[in-house]
């Protein structure tokens, strides 16, 4: 059996790059350090898998040749007006660089993910720009991180440990104690609760749930974890203060926040269901770091407002930047979706919703942004690369592409993928081909390749190579 | 009763879809919608009931589950997903993102099945693309 060591998790933003996989006669038989969903992608993912290339006829899914496929796909991209080519954010940035090029010799629309999940911030970014660093600099120095809008319990979840509050930092150290502390500490209150409840009948049903620790805060100088949310996540229930805002109220708590640091008055009671007192006593803990950390997520990104959220998330950090140093940084999804910004703009200028339509890229999100070519209905065909839009976009949407001729490259069988008219199965990434990707702080890392794909499976870069020559083929014989 | 739908990632979505978006795992942990215990109280909905939610869009069946997390009344939760995304709002208001937090929605009791994906997927695109199950075993 092989131990491969520093094997770099090809699942989330974080980017792990400690994990340790046990191969046996070419099959993963474990991987250590990985979290829950690390660990499932990579014991599972050769699972519900189809690897044989497979093209509609007679309305049926029939298998067929790679070159069959192919062939068909290229056949079809030539012959489209205006194709969408969308996805990108799960495969390598070489995978990526190829898909720009077909997009340009094809005169399509390429987008990737960031369009339904970090696109906001991107705009947000472009009008006001981003104080971010890498996130080893946050591990060892920060010493006030708020999550605003993001759960990494259930989305990154080895982040808190990995780079913020449960992480020893040279300069910073972990807060387990305080949290375990914190734990015996509610769990006897909440007795104590009991008992009294049970001696004088008739109170409520359940204690009432200490939303604010204020009155437990740590010591200045220890590391502080703050979270913002509308729900309490498992991520709150880490935090040594969390603070619940109202659906669609992120947008007046930041501007409130603003104003607080700047010492002015503000006459309410509270914003979006937050008491003044509590966004003062935040507004002091952020004006009181050393070195705070924004980490914000799809909480501001997909609730009204929008990029407006972001925007004033971002001139909150630096508005606080007169006071202290703070920094601000998106978490990323996929885990190459960054890579997929990255490559897109220095390839095109653009990080994603680019139109080659005019044979130039142009970039307007909100015109030439997937959700918007698909419910408007502009396309004619798609190519989607390792990506399920059936699954994630909205049902208007989803209408109008699957309508269309549709191309799949993916190493899963997915809801796209059943709905297409040439299936393209490929070699996993990290797992089965090697690649680049980008971790959500812009840092490059090396996907390993750690077993063998099954035959016939090849990597999304040489499916997309040979898609590209034959596009060029077909259109060479039209011009000549 | 009007509730604000917020749909988002949960550790058990993404755990299921890395067993297939065809598998039971991604069906019992994604077809579902989190509930404020109280709300349920209110509208009559056990734990693990089926329940109809509709927004402007179309409705969707999927079953109910109590949170303890959603403190708010009014509020409920459903993981990203093809699910979800039978009840969300495709305008994006010029910047692309279609709004994905904070929808109106409506909620009620039903008898009705919680459809599995590939029926999910004929009940709304239509069937002449999506080939029936017996006939499609290719990858399963
Ligand atoms: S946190 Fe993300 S990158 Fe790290 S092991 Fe988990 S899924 Fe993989």
Redesign the pocket.
């Known amino acids: 059996m092989d131990v491969i060591l520093s094997v770099?998790?090809?699942?989330?933003?974080?980017?792990?790059d400690d994990?340790e996989a046990l191969v046996d006669n070419n099959r993963i038989v474990d991987v250590r350090?990985?979290?829950?969903?690390?660990?499932a992608?990579f014991l599972n993912y050769s699972r519900h898998r189809n690897t044989k290339p497979l093209i509609r006829k007679n309305g049926r899914l029939v298998e067929a040749s790679l070159e069959e496929a192919i062939e068909r796909s290229a056949e079809i991209l030539a012959n489209a007006s205006y194709p969408l080519l969308y996805g990108w954010s799960s495969t390598s940035c070489e995978a990526i660089r190829v898909g720009l090029e077909l997009a340009e010799e094809v005169g399509g629309v390429i987008d990737n993910t960031s369009t339904i999940c970090h696109g906001p911030s991107v705009i947000a970014i472009q009008e006001v720009g981003l104080p971010a660093c890498t996130l080893g600099q946050i591990r060892h120095r920060a010493d006030l991180i708020v999550y605003w809008g993001s759960n990494p319990w259930s989305a990154?979840?080895?982040?808190i440990e990995?780079y913020t509050a449960l992480a020893e930092g040279r300069f910073q150290k972990a807060i387990w104690k305080r949290y375990l502390s914190r734990l015996v500490f509610e769990s006897a209150s909440k007795r104590r609760y009991r008992v009294a409840s049970l001696m004088f009948k008739g109170g409520s049903a359940s204690p009432p749930a200490p939303e604010v620790f204020s009155q437990l805060l740590p010591p200045s100088e220890e590391r502080k974890l703050v979270v913002v949310d509308v729900q309490r996540t498992r991520t709150a229930d880490l935090a040594d203060f969390f603070i619940r805002v109202e659906p669609g109220g992120d947008y007046d708590v930041l501007q409130a926040l603003r104003a607080l640091i700047r010492d002015e008055e503000l006459d309410v009671d509270e914003v979006a269901g937050v008491p003044i007192e509590t966004l003062e006593e935040l507004a002091d803990l952020m004006v009181n770091a050393r070195f705070g950390m924004i980490f914000f997520g799809l909480g501001l990104t997909m609730s009204v407002g929008r990029s407006r959220n972001v925007e004033a998330a971002i001139k909150l950090t630096r508005d606080l930047n007169r006071y202290t140093k703070f920094l601000i940084m998106p978490m990323r999804g996929h885990?190459n979706v960054t890579g997929a910004d990255t490559v897109f703009t220095w390839q095109t200028g653009y990080p994603y919703a680019v139109d080659f339509s005019h044979g130039y890229p142009r970039y307007n999100p909100g015109e030439t942004s997937a959700i918007d070519v698909l419910t408007k209905d502009d396309v004619d065909a798609a190519l989607v690369v390792a990506s399920d839009p059936v699954s994630n976009f909205p049902r208007k949407c989803v209408e109008n592409l699957v309508k269309k001729p549709l191309i799949v490259i993916d190493s899963h069988m997915s809801a796209t993928a059943l709905v297409a008219d040439v299936v393209i199965p490929s070699a996993f990434v990290g797992i089965e081909a090697e690649g680049t990707t980008y971790r959500m702080d812009h840092v490059p890392l090396p996907l390993k390749k750690i077993v063998e794909p099954p035959e016939g499976c090849l990597p999304d870069e040489e499916i997309l190579r040979m898609m590209l020559e034959r596009v060029r083929d077909i259109k060479g014989r039209e011009s000549s | 009763m009007e509730f604000t739908l917020i749909t988002g990632r949960t550790i058990n979505q993404?755990r299921g879809k890395e067993h297939g978006k065809f598998s039971e795992e991604y069906l019992v942990n994604v077809a579902v919608c989190e509930m404020n215990p109280e709300d349920m109280r209110r509208l009559n909905i056990k734990d693990g009931m089926n329940i109809r939610v509709t927004t402007e869009v179309g409705s969707v069946i999927v079953k109910a589950r109590k949170s303890r997390r959603i403190k708010t009344p009014g509020v409920i939760f459903m993981p990203y997903g093809p699910w979800a995304n039978a009840v969300t709002k495709p305008e994006s208001e010029g910047t692309g993102m279609p709004l994905l937090k904070g929808l109106k929605a409506n909620v009620e009791p039903t008898k009705d099945e919680v459809s599995n994906l590939k029926d999910l997927l004929i009940e709304a695109y239509g069937s002449s693309k999506i080939v029936k199950s017996e006939e499609q075993k290719l990858w399963m």
Do not use: D, E, S, T
């Not at chain 1, 770099?8 to 792990?16: A, F, L, N």
């Not at chain 1, 350090?33 to 660990?39: F, H, I, K, S, V």
């Not at chain 1, 990154?156 to 982040?159: A, E, I, K, S, V």
């Open positions: 770099v998790c090809p699942v989330c933003g974080c980017c792990c994990l350090n990985a979290c829950a969903l690390g660990a992608k990154h979840p080895r982040h990995r885990f | 993404g």
